[in-house]
């Protein structure tokens, strides 16, 4: 158990993942017996904020560590939560003598965000490198990794005025046909929950009619689309066919320059259900094998083969979809160094346009955290090989990163990153990680975004993830989103 002193405990929000990062899970208490103990000091000293760590165990003192930095009162508040996460970081890699992190204090989703505005203040990539490492703690090739991604960004990120303007649309589907090992998105078994696909679908149609309608009378234009889910591909020809039919004369324009969908399962890609998605103007399809070992494949629940990948891409490839991008997951149960690289091989044969690396990360509502003593998980160092691998093969079919996110509790604390070839930077993922633009929301468990183009600032809304509450709530969340689009642009 670790200790924490008043102030700490106050800060416990702030600090907690800092700790776990040093000694993963440990309990945080104020009362009783404790291994070590944590005092935290905070404060303001003429023009300097400051704070500092002491770290104790049997009423020793172990390590102190102090930092400041000059006081700007607008940015007040978020930089002493910034000073006491670096302080309480350095105090316990003093003691342990270790750093766990290539990220430093930097634990939250969006990383680049912090090189934005940085960016918009007109700073160099040097500057901001280096402060990334003296303010944040971050290895130099992460801060240069997220500097450079950011750089690569900024022609797409849009202006106030063009923000005020365009939105991009994401729409859940929650099915899939089966529910794999590590998945916590909203999903459902869509053989054990075929009863509800069409008042899902029904309340989907009406939804996307009626935020369509309300989009065209606030002149408004969809710059981007993404269905994905669930695997949205996992409906039958008819129902996706009508689903493709009401996005297009309800959302999708001449002004759209992006229609992803997520074609995730390849078993649930036929020549059928691809022509249908080429008939109606997808540009960019995701085929996500995860691994390309036989024996992962079936640990995690896919239920398809290797086969079945080659020949989904095979017939994607006669339709000419303008990008296929496929996923890889880092760290699957039981995989190693040469899992990865066999599947990085298999990978680079089909030649996508887009390579999106994830690291395993055990998510509270998975089947994996729940069954974790079955399934051996890659050590830190082997999952840094796996991920380097990787980056190596995505670098040979000349793709660079384009966006990038990090979630909590990703083996070897790595982080997700989206390669591209030039020209197939896709332009939802970034606007949805950077969070410059709208993004509404439609189907089960879609989040909708609603951006202040003159802040940056934005409110997160949220359907039901569950299908059957989304349909009886649907009136409901038609009039919340209403409400936000009469106040765009």
């Known amino acids: ?54 770290l104790y165990a049997a009423g020793s003192a172990l390590a102190q560590r102090e930092v400041g930095e000059p006081l700007q009162p607008a940015e007040a508040p978020n930089e002493q939560k910034r000073l006491a996460r670096l302080a309480v970081y350095q105090v316990l890699a003093s003691f342990t003598g270790k750093s766990p992190s290539p990220w430093g204090i930097m634990t939250g989703i969006r990383p680049t965000k912090v090189v934005h505005r940085l960016m918009d203040l007109g700073w160099s990539r ?11 703690a971050l290895l130099s090739a992460k801060a240069s990794l997220i500097t450079s991604i950011a750089a690569s960004q900024r022609p797409f990120l849009l202006s106030p005025e063009q923000a005020a303007k365009m939105v991009a649309i994401y729409i859940g589907i929650p099915f899939c046909p089966t529910r794999c090992l590590y998945c916590s998105f909203p999903s459902y078994s869509i053989n054990k929950h075929r009863a509800m696909v069409v008042p899902f679908l029904q309340a989907l149609l009406e939804e996307i009619r009626v935020v369509g309608e309300a989009l065209r009378s606030r002149g408004l234009i969809v710059q981007s689309l993404y269905l994905g889910g669930g695997t949205p591909t996992s409906l039958t020809g008819s129902q996706l066919k009508q689903l493709l039919q009401a996005i297009n004369l309800h959302l999708r324009s001449e002004a759209t320059v992006e229609y992803t969908v997520e074609g995730g399962r390849p078993d649930t890609l036929n020549e059928e259900i691809l022509g249908l998605l080429h008939q109606y103007g997808v540009s960019r399809l995701s085929i996500n094998p995860q691994s390309m070992n036989q024996k992962t494949l079936e640990a995690i629940g896919r239920s398809h083969s290797v086969e079945d990948i080659y020949q989904a891409v095979e017939v994607a490839r006669r339709f000419s979809f303008h990008t296929i991008n496929m996923d890889v997951i880092i760290g699957l149960p039981g995989e190693t160094r040469e899992d990865v690289a066999h599947t990085m091989r298999c990978l680079a044969t089909l030649q996508p346009e887009n390579l999106t690396v994830h690291a395993l990360a055990l998510k509270r509502a998975s089947h994996l955290k729940q069954r974790l003593a079955e399934f051996p998980l890659a050590q830190a160092n082997e999952a840094t090989a796996m991920w380097q691998e990787a980056a190596r093969v995505a670098d040979e079919l000349g793709m660079t990163p384009y966006y990038m996110y990090r979630q909590k509790q990703m083996v070897g604390n790595l982080e997700n990153i989206g390669y591209a070839l030039p020209g197939h930077q896709c332009i939802y993922n970034i606007q949805m990680i950077e969070e410059r633009q709208t993004i509404i929301g439609l189907g089960v468990g879609a989040g909708s975004k609603w951006v ?27 009039e919340r989103k209403i409400k936000h689009i009469e106040n765009l642009g």
């Open 1 to 54: 158990m670790i200790g924490l002193s008043p102030l700490a405990e106050e800060y416990k929000g702030t600090i907690q993942d800092i700790i776990w990062l040093f000694y993963p899970g440990a309990q945080l208490v104020t009362d009783g017996e404790k291994d070590l103990f944590i005092q935290l000091s905070l404060g303001e000293q003429g023009r300097l904020l400051w704070a500092e760590a002491q």
């Open 126 to 136: 040097e500057q901001i490198a280096d402060y990334l490492q003296e303010k944040y």
């Open 452 to 478: 202040d183009p003159r802040t940056w600032t934005l409110v997160n809304e949220y359907n039901a993830k569950e299908p059957r509450q989304y349909v009886d709530r649907l009136e409901q969340y038609l």
